[in-house]
């Protein structure tokens, strides 16, 4: 308890200071977020246009989609406005640049995801949340249960990204690769999983596992339906547990220097 | 007494790989080839050695950062592998090129944080806070941002941020590096004075000289990941310090000084540069040479800069192994 | 004239050291696959529902290769806008100044040369994946000259472009919020994942009057039909276009370089 307590108080400060670095550049910093938020809603309201002239994509309307937007930027912008190291996981890895990490008295994982706050993540953060409470117009029940879900889909994105990140430990710098992958997972998650099937689909629960950030939080909030909220909150804290695995795994290689970088 | 630092065999080897597919070749490279020594708490000691040689190779195995092959380690009589983040608490480390401060943020803001990394009580931090920025005379500039600090006050809040948590050992890479004649003095006066005061262990490593020989009482000399000499610095100082180099200005050309012990350097028309070996020719005896030579405008005498010691010693430990590989050959 | 021809040779230099990056530039395709195969099943699913055999006068393939060349486009895109924010913020920009070479012109020919290997690399992987989703496409090769003469005016356009952005580096903190509105506009407003055909009709004019269209929706569209009125119309669309920016630029410039003999650089 008393450590959950230090990490949380830890959070907290890096949240604090790396708000404070980023407004350093106050100009670049706001200039950054307000063009991802801009060019979320443009995305927005480009499927705008779509649905005008398709009003349903096999039972999802427009709102349904609007939904989709919100709670995986929301998600997006969460994870990586807190834990923004984990976009720069394989570069940090690939140049040992974990070494100051590990010289400080915490577990290694969570204190080097604090390190950086991304100014774009903030964006997404702030366009997620204001769009679903400006559009979708929620009751509390409905606005409580997205919250939750923006939580949980911030689990997923951050273990994603750990466990793409973490394969520059197995693989030397898979800097590209860990992207695409990413690339991949986003691309995936704002699109309604109803367009797929077969394969196709339970990749989507499995190696690139878009579903449980996007698809089954929606289908959760339309419906109330607890199984598909549950799924999606087991699906996101099972990635971050693995990503977290993966991790630990690959740092004792790390520990034991089978990197080319780590000579010297 | 107690060691603040026993290391036992410690053997470290990269794999290393070339090439592409088939013709992927593996390649075992050895870092650190068998380090032994302890380091009793308290003391200063360089640890130095060319590039390469397995300095901070050793250093990562002692933070934690890197497992070894083979080997013991003991730095607080903790396993550095095995218990990083309890150790953690207990080490504080500057690497010269690499900034723990944060570069748009005043100090200040720095320090906060770390009290809450190392989970330093309220009172008991801002106590040590505002010890350090009296010793450390980071008063002026605690609240300016970091990247507006000139070279020498980053370093010496950089040092003061990694003594926040009261550690008993501190490791120093290169910590003076890029500094100017006077920051550099100061920096190494207060570690100087720490090392004393607090009975902190400190670990340097350094290819200054002056640094070597202001902060450490001990060097270990590293080449080739293996110990090469272990001394007090004064005893090398005086085994490898025999002689004295002597530069003379006169009014006229002077006559030619010959003397058992003494050779010439370098000289022109009317200047002299001479090497003396003091075992051989006392100095005095030198200087009433020198003197008789002409009529003297000008003289200095100096000792031969450490880093052509270390040179030498460098040269003569890679003589030395590659002597023994000969024998075991 | 030899100041002239030293351009075509920076074009190639740089394409043939994009050649050197082929295999960088093939990791970036399996997005362009991922992408056209959720573009396919978002049109199946459309037309299915729609239970029509066309949409805005494009069949489902065609739909298709009109997707796989808009992407082609746009995925090729040099960051041209990031090197110009890093040249003036470095001042490397000065010292091209010193150059006996213009740097704006220096900068197009680059990107072109970039661009072209790219596109290439881009337009074949896309070209396989969508004949492999919806197979080939009726093609003839008066057609295809028609797309390729659309497409030089197009990645002109866009560098200016790209450019401009990147000289808001003179007087912003930080151009990549800027940059990332550009393309964004440029995607939505160029038809990159729609055709204009099937939007309403006053934000289809409104689209089509601005110069995204030529850059993105125009060539898309001449891929699929053909034909050497819309060709002559998307020509004269994108020389208007390029004028009004290169004049802009021209403008922006020279106030920029009075910036850098003032401070500088």
Request: aromatic residues 10%; contains cysteine; glycine residues 8%.
């Amino acid at each position: 308890m008393k450590r959950i307590s230090s990490y949380l108080a830890l959070a907290a400060s890096y949240f604090q200071l790396n708000l404070k670095a980023q407004l350093e550049y106050r100009g670049a910093f706001l200039s950054q977020a307000l063009a991802m938020f801009l060019n979320n809603i443009a995305w927005v309201a480009f499927w705008g246009l779509f649905f005008h002239r398709f009003p349903v994509l096999r039972g999802w309307t427009m709102h349904d989609f609007i939904t989709l937007w919100a709670v995986v930027a929301a998600g997006f912008g969460l994870a990586h406005s807190v834990f923004g190291n984990a976009l720069l996981l394989p570069s940090l890895i690939a140049r040992g640049q974990l070494d100051a990490w590990l010289l400080y008295p915490r577990a290694a994982l969570p204190h080097l995801l604090l390190g950086r706050m991304s100014a774009t993540a903030c964006g997404d953060a702030a366009f997620g949340y204001l769009v679903y409470l400006a559009v979708v117009k929620p009751d509390l029940q409905h606005f409580l249960l997205f919250t939750a879900f923006t939580v949980s889909a911030a689990m997923a994105f951050v273990g994603f990204s750990v466990l793409t990140g973490s394969l520059s430990f197995y693989l030397g710098n898979a800097e590209a690769l860990s992207e695409q992958w990413r690339f991949a997972m986003i691309t995936f998650s704002t699109y309604p999983a109803t367009l797929f099937e077969g394969t196709v689909k339970l990749l989507l629960y499995t190696l690139i596992p878009a579903a449980f950030v996007g698809y089954l939080p929606v289908e959760a909030l339309r419906s109330l339906s607890a199984a598909d909220a549950a799924l999606a909150v087991t699906g996101s804290a099972a990635i971050l547990v693995l990503g977290a695995c993966v991790f630990h795994l690959g740092l004792t290689r790390y520990e034991s220097g089978n990197l080319m970088e780590m000579r010297g | 007494m107690e060691l603040a630092v026993e290391l036992e065999g410690l053997r470290k080897t990269f794999t290393v790989t070339r090439g592409k597919g088939l013709s992927r070749t593996r390649t075992e490279v050895v870092a650190v080839d068998g380090v032994s020594f302890t380091v009793p708490s308290g003391q200063s000691v360089a640890l130095i050695g060319p590039n390469g040689a397995g300095k901070s190779t050793t250093i990562k195995m002692l933070t934690g950062i890197l497992n070894p092959t083979s080997g013991e380690a003991r730095v607080l009589g903790l396993v550095p592998w095995k218990q990083r983040s309890r150790l953690a608490y207990h080490l504080g480390a500057v690497f010269g090129q690499r900034s723990q401060l944060w570069y748009h943020l005043p100090p200040g803001d720095t320090f906060d944080l770390l009290a809450r990394i190392y989970e330093l009580d309220r009172a008991d931090y801002a106590r040590r806070r505002d010890m350090l920025i009296e010793r450390f005379g980071l008063g002026a500039f605690l609240n300016t941002q970091v990247r507006k600090l000139s070279l020498g006050q980053r370093m010496r809040a950089e040092i003061a941020a990694s003594l926040l948590h009261k550690p008993s050992v501190l490791f120093l890479d290169e910590p003076t590096i890029g500094l100017d004649v006077v920051a550099r003095q100061e920096l190494r006066d207060l570690i100087r004075q720490w090392n004393r005061e607090e009975g902190l262990t400190v670990f340097l490593t350094s290819h200054d000289a002056g640094d070597i020989e202001s902060v450490a009482r001990r060097v270990i000399v590293v080449n080739h990941g293996r110990v090469v000499l272990d001394d007090k610095v004064s005893t090398v100082r005086r085994r490898y310090l025999g002689s004295k180099v002597l530069s003379v200005k006169f009014h006229e050309r002077p006559a030619t000084v010959e003397l058992a012990g003494v050779s010439v350097v370098k000289t022109s028309d009317y200047a002299l540069k001479l090497e003396v070996d003091t075992r051989i020719a006392p100095i005095e005896l030198v200087i009433n040479k020198v003197l008789e030579a002409g009529a003297v405008a000008d003289i200095t005498i100096e000792d031969p800069p450490l880093e052509e010691i270390i040179a030498h010693i460098y040269a003569a430990g890679a003589a030395g192994s590659a002597a023994e590989e000969v024998r075991t050959a | 004239m030899r100041f002239w021809q030293k351009y075509p040779a920076v074009g190639l230099a740089s394409a043939r050291s994009n050649l050197a990056y082929l295999g960088e530039v093939t990791s970036r395709v399996i997005f362009l696959g991922i992408i056209l195969y959720i573009f396919l099943r978002l049109w199946k699913v459309t037309f299915t529902q729609a239970a029509a055999q066309q949409l805005g006068g494009f069949t489902l393939e065609q739909m298709l290769w009109y997707l796989a060349v808009t992407e082609s486009i746009m995925l090729s895109a040099p960051r041209v806008a990031q090197l110009v924010d890093e040249d003036v913020r470095t001042g490397a920009l000065s010292v091209q100044l010193i150059r006996p070479m213009s740097y704006p012109l220096y900068r197009l020919w680059t990107t072109l040369g970039e661009r072209l290997v790219r596109f290439l690399v881009n337009s074949a992987v896309a070209a396989a994946v969508v004949c492999l989703l919806v197979g080939p496409i009726k093609w003839s090769l008066p057609g295809l000259l028609i797309f390729v003469l659309s497409l030089p005016l197009a990645f002109a356009l866009d560098f200016l472009g790209n450019f401009l952005v990147g000289l808001g580096a003179f007087w912003l903190e930080d151009t990549t919020g800027l940059l990332l509105i550009y393309s964004r506009v440029t995607m939505i407003m160029g038809g990159m994942l729609i055709p204009l055909e099937l939007l309403p009709d006053a934000i289809r004019t409104a689209f089509q009057t601005l110069p995204f269209a030529s850059m993105v929706y125009g060539p898309a569209k001449l891929f699929v039909h053909p034909d050497v009125p819309t060709l002559l119309d998307i020509l004269a669309r994108q020389s208007v276009a390029v004028l009004v920016f290169a004049l802009v630029i021209a403008a922006v410039y020279r106030l920029a370089m009075r910036r850098v003999f003032a401070n500088g650089g």
